[in-house]
């Protein structure tokens, strides 16, 4: 099939302009479509599917993106960094820096060590804690309301973990936010 597009006709001796498309079927015959948003040419079409295949393509890695971390929120509800589930449990910061990774703990929960080796706190029930047990970041869940998450910085590279600190004994747990910042406490980790 060939189309071409017919700009112009006549009617009553008069030039129209008219943009009605004309499909050639293989017999030789002509049909004429009278809508001219169906007169799309074949690699105007081409190049029309490959733009949405691109754009689902990336729909689907964000939403696949999404799902493999867990966004941690400071006391007011702000988002400041992430952990990343399929990257080793590794703790992000919004800007993209890697500062700490999670480790199992015996006691059920986890240690949060930063990559210079030091023990920072504990991730339990939801909540990084220090070593006072005072809260620094919680998950969504834990908070409730929170603010809306800006855009992830793309990830850096991980620096090598160094020998890890032993973790001190877990003091009890306050119901109420420390002094440190989560970006601080979460900070102290990096290399």
């Not at 079927?25 to 001219?36: D, E, F, I, V, Y």
């Not at 105007?44 to 964000?62: A, E, G």
């Not at 003091?171 to 440190?180: A, E, K, L, Q, V």
Request: proline share 4%; aromatic share 12%; glycine share 8%.
């Amino acid at each position: 099939m060939k189309r071409r597009l017919r700009e112009n006709r006549k009617t009553n001796g008069q030039v129209v302009t008219s943009r009605t498309c004309l499909t050639r079927r293989s017999s030789g015959t002509t049909q004429k479509r009278a809508a001219p948003y169906l007169c799309v040419r074949g690699h105007q079409m081409n190049r029309l599917l490959q733009i949405i295949v691109v754009l689902f393509t990336i729909t689907l890695t964000v939403v696949a993106h999404a799902e493999d971390t867990v966004t941690l929120f400071n006391g007011a509800g702000k988002a400041e960094a992430y952990i990343a589930i399929d990257d080793e449990l590794t703790i992000y910061l919004w800007s993209g820096k890697p500062v700490a990774y999670l480790e199992n703990d015996s006691d059920g929960g986890y240690h949060v060590y930063g990559f210079n080796g030091k023990h920072l706190g504990w991730f339990v029930k939801g909540i990084v804690r220090d070593h006072e047990g005072n809260a620094a970041c919680a998950v969504k869940e834990v908070l409730g309301s929170t603010q809306q998450e800006p855009y992830k910085s793309y990830k850096q590279y991980k620096p090598y973990k160094s020998y890890t600190q032993y973790a001190p004994y877990r003091p009890y747990f306050s119901n109420s936010f420390g002094d440190t910042p989560c970006r601080f406490l979460l900070g102290e980790g990096a290399k």
